[in-house]
């Protein structure tokens, strides 16, 4: 494997993990959404400012098997179900995205701050965004354990979509663990090793 003989993959629970390659058996029609508080470049179809909101946001999350969310994400340390992402109207709370019921989902980008940090009380157990977004149906999420440097992160984004879309344009979510360690190497002299390793895999 590129840079090492590993690809780091994590889960929440083995149950999580075991769900979702048994959900990936049978999978819907692809169709990828970005949603953001800026408009993301050369992402379409997207939510961006006025209209990312909390109720269109969770709708995405429900209608798409392919989404990438930029925006401002919120780990709460002490009370970790009130984690959250920021949208115009409202956040999207940690307890929403688990109660959101994405059957068809299947791989998300979190390009947001904190969205893999749990609990300090409690850190066997593993409740935060990207986990919550595995609980609702996506079987595949890239999350970040720390602040997002969104002017350097975007290259390892960028590299990382060119993995995925390898194939004639069709993006192959099993590979996502591998086409992040793909780009994390890649962009080693453009960006910053704090800002390579802030991403992390989850799932399938």
Not at 81 to 94: H, K
Request: proline residues 5%.
């Amino acid at each position: 494997m590129p840079g090492g003989v590993y690809v780091c993959s994590y889960t929440p629970t083995l149950s999580a993990l075991i769900r979702s390659r048994q959900m990936m058996r049978t999978r819907a029609t692809p169709s990828f959404i970005a949603v953001g508080q800026s408009q993301p470049a050369s992402i379409s179809p997207t939510l961006a400012n006025d209209d990312a909101i909390r109720a269109s946001t969770l709708d995405a999350l429900r209608r798409n098997t392919l989404v990438h969310l930029a925006c401002h994400g919120k780990q709460d340390r002490e009370q970790p179900y009130n984690s959250r992402f920021a949208m115009r109207d409202q956040p999207i709370m940690l307890l929403d995205i688990m109660e959101n019921n994405a059957l068809q989902a299947e791989f998300t980008f979190l390009s947001a701050c904190h969205t893999a940090v749990g609990d300090e009380g409690t850190p066997d157990e593993v409740i935060h965004l990207a986990a919550g977004l595995q609980f609702s149906g996506f079987k595949s999420v890239i999350g970040t354990l720390w602040a997002v440097d969104d002017a350097v992160a975007k290259h390892v984004v960028e590299d990382f979509y060119g993995n995925m879309f390898k194939k004639k344009g069709i993006v192959d979510c099993p590979r996502a663990a591998l086409a992040l360690n793909y780009a994390t190497n890649a962009v080693k002299k453009k960006v910053p090793l704090e800002q390579r390793i802030v991403f992390i895999h989850i799932g399938t």
